[in-house]
Antibody, heavy 118, light 109 residues
Framework: EVQLVQSGSEVKKPGTKVKISCKVF????????LHWVRQAPGKGLEWLGL????????IYAKNFQGRVTISADTSTDTAYMELSSLRSDDTAVYYC???????????WGQGTMVTVSS | QSALTQEASVSGTVGQKVTLSCTGN????????VGWYRQISHGAPKTVMF??SPPSGIPDRFSGSKSGTTASLTISGLQAEDEADYYC???????????FGGGTKLTVL
């Protein structure tokens, strides 16, 4: 059974950074890209970017370029998303989801709440 | 403003058939498979349609289709438990990014 287990909630101050993890089970980690999507309170879904665990290549959404770093560790089947220069409007639930190239998401992680507050 | 356009809200009665739409362009919906996701009370999204195929465990009341640059999710025999927010997404060739619709709030009357 495919499962994605994300790290726990985080509370951060503005200007700092957060790094959250997503450990995958039940499929070959390098067979799919690993995407990150977020949802701010009361808002819709927003894509941040992806990593190809096979070679570490990344693609980031324009809105987050320069602030987001997505990586993958094939030794632990874990992907990471680091967001820097945090602002209050980065307060959101962050989800990981695997998908093959240019295909929709079939399964999602449980989400990680990140709260940015002074 | 979302790259994909969805109705803000749709409603139906129990047993009715409803169709949600997701409109894009030739470089996203016109070229790539569309996913549909259900979200209840801002919990984790759950995929209800992967291209034109529902994932295992999704009732066959759910069906997906695409015509040109518009994708549709049809729910037949609407049930109270179908009340949720529904989002669509696909890959966008010009943006080299995943794009989402703004979401449709489905209310079961």
């Amino acid at each position: 059974e495919v499962q994605l287990v994300q790290s726990g909630s985080e509370v951060k101050k503005p200007g700092t950074k957060v790094k959250i993890s997503c450990k995958v089970f039940g499929y070959t980690f390098t067979d799919s890209y690993l995407h990150w999507v977020r949802q701010a309170p009361g808002k819709g879904l927003e894509w941040l970017g992806l990593v190809d665990p096979e070679d570490g290549e990344t693609i980031y959404a324009k809105n987050f370029q320069g602030r987001v770093t997505i990586s993958a560790d094939t030794s632990t089947d874990t992907a990471y998303m680091e967001l820097s220069s945090l602002r209050s409007d980065d307060t959101a639930v962050y989800y990981c989801a695997p998908a093959r190239a240019e295909t929709p998401f079939n399964i999602w992680g449980q989400g990680t709440m990140v709260t940015v507050s002074s | 403003q979302s790259a994909l356009t969805q109705e803000a809200s749709v409603s139906g009665t129990v047993g009715q058939k409803v169709t949600l739409s997701c409109t894009g362009n030739s470089l996203n919906i016109g070229s790539f498979a569309v996913g549909w996701y259900r979200q209840i009370s801002h919990g984790a999204p759950k995929t209800v349609m992967f291209g034109n195929s529902p994932p295992s465990g999704i009732p066959d009341r759910f069906s997906g289709s695409k015509s040109g640059t518009t994708a549709s999710l049809t729910i037949s025999g609407l049930q109270a438990e179908d009340e949720a927010d529904y989002y669509c997404s696909t890959w966008d060739y010009s943006l080299s990014a995943v794009v989402f619709g703004g979401g449709t709030k489905l209310t079961v009357l």
